[in-house]
């Protein structure tokens, strides 16, 4: 597994670094975002949207689990936050075969149905406005994360 790490500085950074690397990413990617609560994962997932053509505003799905949003590439959001000891089969695994991108919030919830092949990203808190973007990835992505800059 590769590493790479950007600081940000504010959440129009954060917004742009994630708009860039929708704009070359490719269908069946998926993303996942660990951080404390407020560390800026539904602001990542804005700026994703944004760079995948998405104009609908776009929250977070902590009440209602998962949205999707069309775009240039549809992009399911899902927030697992509220699946911890969920036992049930919600279905998620479907969405990681088809023509989309997936950005899933609190990962660790749904793990054991996560593919091994995606993007792993942990958004620590540096300061009030400040944070700071761990990509861990498989070779495969190289080239998509070069491209953030």
Not at 57 to 79: A, C, M, Q
Not at 109 to 116: E, Q, R, T, V
Request: net charge negative.
């Amino acid at each position: 597994m590769l590493q790479k790490t950007w600081i940000s500085n504010d959440p129009i950074q954060t917004k742009l670094i994630a708009q860039r690397l929708a704009e070359h990413i490719h269908e069946r990617t998926i993303i996942t975002l660990q951080g404390d609560l407020g560390s800026g994962k539904t602001t990542f997932t804005q700026g994703l949207a944004k760079g995948l053509g998405i104009t609908k505003n776009v929250n977070s799905p902590t009440f209602t689990i998962s949205k999707i949003y069309e775009g240039r590439l549809d992009l399911i959001h899902i927030d697992a936050y509220r699946l911890e000891n969920e036992s049930s089969d919600l279905g998620f695994e479907e969405f990681f075969d088809m023509n989309m991108v997936s950005v899933i919030e609190w990962p660790k919830y749904i793990s054991d149905i996560l593919p091994l092949e995606r993007i792993d990203i942990m958004i620590e808190i540096l300061d009030e406005t400040s944070r700071c973007f761990t990509f861990t990835y498989d070779t495969i992505y190289t080239e998509l994360l070069e491209v953030i800059q």
